[in-house]
């Protein structure tokens, strides 16, 4: 019998990926079923403090709960859902104008749980964000894997 793998080879990314942003706004549009920007309760303190609002006042006007999680409400809130509208309500031309406050998902794009598979990585990152070169090396600042997982402790659905 083989002996088992552990795993010890760690994941693809173990050498770190570079990534730089180059402000497309890209990450800020919805893109079928992307549209959700979740929130901390450390993120609605932060980002209320920066429009100078209660976290109340801002959870009231901005914000909306789902399922037990908070996200941005749509900018159209007519919208049925964040997923059926075309940008970030924080998003004006290419830029967020909440940037110094913006949330843990935002800062921490594209190193989500959910983009870590190198599949997944190939068709949602490297096929979508300038701010990665096509392969998975990518390009600008490197990331190391330490990094990496604590950006990737920090996802906002965290159940913990
Ligand atoms: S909060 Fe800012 S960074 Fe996050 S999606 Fe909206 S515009 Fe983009």
Redesign the pocket.
């Known amino acids: 019998m083989a002996k088992k793998s552990t795993g010890a080879a760690g994941p693809w990314w173990k050498d770190g990926i570079r990534f730089e942003c180059q402000g497309s706004g890209k ?2 549009l919805s893109r079928g079923t992307h549209g959700y ?1 979740y929130l901390t309760l450390e993120d609605r303190r932060r980002m209320a403090r920066h429009l100078g609002l209660a976290t109340a006042e801002f959870t009231r006007r901005f914000c909306r709960k789902e399922d037990g999680w908070w996200h941005l409400k749509p900018a159209n809130e007519a919208a049925p859902s964040p997923d059926q509208d075309v940008a ?1 309500r ?2 004006e031309g290419n830029r ?1 104008s ?2 110094e406050a ?2 843990a998902q ?1 800062r921490t794009w594209p190193f989500w749980p959910e983009n870590m598979k190198a599949k997944a990585w190939d068709r949602e990152v490297v096929s979508f964000c300038p701010g990665v070169a096509a392969g998975r090396r990518g390009k600008g600042r490197l990331f190391s894997a330490s990094e990496i997982r604590g950006l990737l402790e920090e996802d906002p659905l965290r159940d913990d």
């Open positions: 990450c800020c920007v970030c924080f998003l967020c909440v940037y913006r949330p935002c």
